[in-house]
């Protein structure tokens, strides 16, 4: 049987060529319906009936399944999804205290990057996603919570090794004919992978970036993050100049607090060495637990102690709230689908 063509992740000329239409605004009406979230040819009803027979039979709107939904009391939704092949992928919503809705997408099948506090960095890599199966997960998300504001590559998986993909992904979902998401809108988050920041910044697209910093010094972070290895932290700090030169964005440094790890005064003053001068936000983010882990949670007096050695240098912090703690949903945490029991952590705790 002839396999069909997965559509979410094509543009409306990519349709038409695909599909061989002889009418190329067909590809922007279908293009367009995609965007929508519609989940079958039928609801196209501005297309003709023998030709919507046609496309079920040469193409689908979705190459893969929502097979598992967990919620979190905080509002936090996430999503497993089954691949075309069987592979799992794990997608979440995040809703922050104004209502904003964002999508955490992943972009491979596990991760390579082994980081020592990520459970999805316990997985191993199985392979890239497509750009369909990215935008898929974007969809599915809107059709459980309704329009999102926001969509962040950090997920399973590492961007930077998958950015062919991610930026068709990301043409798709900013082109103004179908779901018209703003660049401004989306960001990627790498664990520090130097070549991709310099192909990011020259070449586009011209969204957001994150770094998964952790820490500065260089002897603990090639213990933890094992990318750092091949990517030093003296030629990190390069590229992320850089970026913030070329694209006049500002960078988010984020910086997952482990339990006597990455808390003291040292790796405080490390910290603030690297990001003097650089025009970057510091995202601190308390570690939240992975079964089977060797690391603790800060104490609430261990993280305010370091959010405060930085303040007092001047750098600006955003100070993460807990969210989708207990369906595993929270940062670092992608990579198994079962709920937790409920816990005393309160909706709104902030350290």
Not at 119 to 135: C, D, F, H, P
Not at 230 to 256: M, Q
Not at 320 to 340: D, F, N, V
Request: hydrophobic share 40%.
């Amino acid at each position: 049987m002839m396999e069909k063509i997965a559509l979410a992740g094509l543009l409306p000329e990519e349709i038409v060529s695909c599909l061989s239409l002889p009418q190329t605004f067909r590809g922007v009406q279908i293009f367009k319906w995609i965007g929508s979230g519609v989940t079958s040819f039928e609801s196209m009803t501005n297309i003709s009936e023998t030709l919507r027979t046609e496309l079920a039979e040469k193409a689908e709107l979705r190459s893969s399944a929502v097979t598992n939904t967990l919620k979190d009391p905080d509002g936090t939704i996430k999503l497993q999804i089954t691949l075309h092949d069987g592979l799992a992928v794990e997608t979440v919503l995040l809703t922050d205290r104004d209502n904003r809705k964002t999508a955490c997408v992943s972009c491979q099948a596990g991760c390579a990057m082994k980081c020592a506090f990520c459970k999805t960095g316990t997985l191993g890599l199985v392979r890239n996603l497509s750009a369909a199966e990215i935008v898929e997960q974007f969809l599915f998300l809107e059709k459980t919570a309704g329009p999102l504001d926001n969509i962040v590559f950090m997920g399973m998986g590492e961007p930077m090794m998958n950015l062919p993909e991610i930026r068709k992904a990301v043409a798709v979902l900013t082109d103004k004919r179908g779901r018209n998401l703003s660049g401004r809108r989306i960001t990627l988050s790498t664990s520090g992978v130097i070549k991709g920041i310099y192909d990011l910044a020259d070449n586009g697209p011209l969204i957001r970036l994150a770094v998964s910093l952790t820490t500065a010094d260089e002897n603990l972070r090639n213990r933890l993050m094992p990318v750092s290895l091949a990517n030093p932290l003296p030629e990190l700090r390069k590229a992320i100049a850089y970026y913030i030169e070329k694209t006049g964005k500002r960078v988010t440094l984020e910086a997952a607090l482990l339990s006597g790890e990455n808390t003291g005064a040292e790796s405080a003053r490390h910290l603030i060495d690297f990001a003097k001068e650089l025009d970057v936000n510091i995202n601190v983010i308390p570690w939240n637990p992975v079964e089977g882990l060797p690391f603790k949670e800060p104490s609430f007096e261990e993280s305010a102690s370091f959010v405060s050695m930085l303040e007092k240098e001047g750098l600006n912090i955003t100070l993460r709230t807990r969210r989708g703690r207990k369906i595993g949903g929270a940062c670092g945490q992608l990579g198994r689908t079962q709920s937790q029991p409920p816990s005393q952590d309160t909706e709104d705790e902030v350290f």
